[in-house]
């Protein structure tokens, strides 16, 4: 099971491009990079996904190097609302087509005036 | 509207009184899991389920049961609840082939 690392909480100023690095040294060959955001007292909510190179949509990118062992979230010009925990995962294939989650203990961003 | 239903919200209860907390979807996903949430300890998966009747263990399964009778439905069953299950858990549901899984609003139980 491929294990995440990433650093416990980051500050930022608001409109500031943040960018959360994350590991993830021993990720599989089937294995995505899955990065989800939580509020507080709220279930987690799916940012991006990808597998390799460069993934981007209109919250975040997603940058993945050719060896796939890390991966950063790249999230531009935050605002207060974007102050919220920020999980990477590696979602570790199962048969039939499923995908496993598993939860790290995230990123706390902090977004300042 | 696409979602994830759970209730209660919030619930306490004393040591030993059989609990089920409900899980429903309403988007026709064949996975579905549970996990709960504890300062410092971030969310952990307890159960999960890739469709009718296929139940497995996630990382910390000891007091919990769950069934799924219907691909819709997903309850959480506390036999005999302690106080060390008193957490905030969340129940998630996702379509085969896609990391992208849909979460309740949540449960926070106390047990006390």
């Known amino acids: ?113 | 509207e696409a979602q994830v239903t759970q209730n209660p919200r919030y619930l306490i209860t004393v040591t030993g009184k059989k609990l089920t907390v409900t899980c429903s979807q309403n988007m026709n996903h064949e996975y579905m899991s549970w996990y709960r949430q504890d300062p410092g300890l971030g969310l952990r998966q307890i159960y999960y389920s890739m469709n009718v009747e296929v139940t497995d263990k996630g990382d910390v399964p000891e007091g919990y049961k769950v069934s799924r009778k219907e691909k819709r439905n997903f309850p959480l069953i506390l036999e005999s609840p302690s106080p060390n299950q008193t957490s905030l858990y969340f129940c998630a549901s996702s379509s085969l082939m896609n990391t992208e899984a849909f979460f309740g609003q949540g449960t926070r139980l106390t047990v006390v």
């Open chain 1, 1 to 113: 099971l491929a294990k995440t690392t990433q650093p416990i909480s980051m500050d930022s100023y608001e409109g500031q491009e943040v960018n959360i690095t994350c590991s993830h040294n021993n990720i599989a060959t089937n294995d995505y990079i899955t990065w989800y955001q939580q509020f507080p007292s709220q279930g987690p909510r799916f940012i991006i996904q990808g597998y390799k190179t460069k993934v981007t949509n209109e919250v975040a990118s997603l940058f993945i190097p050719a060896d796939r062992k890390s991966s950063t979230l790249s999230l531009p010009r935050v605002s207060l609302s974007d102050t919220a925990v920020y999980y990477c995962l590696v979602a570790l294939t199962l048969g039939a087509g499923s995908y496993q989650l598993t939860f790290g203990k995230g990123t706390k961003l902090s977004v300042i005036p």
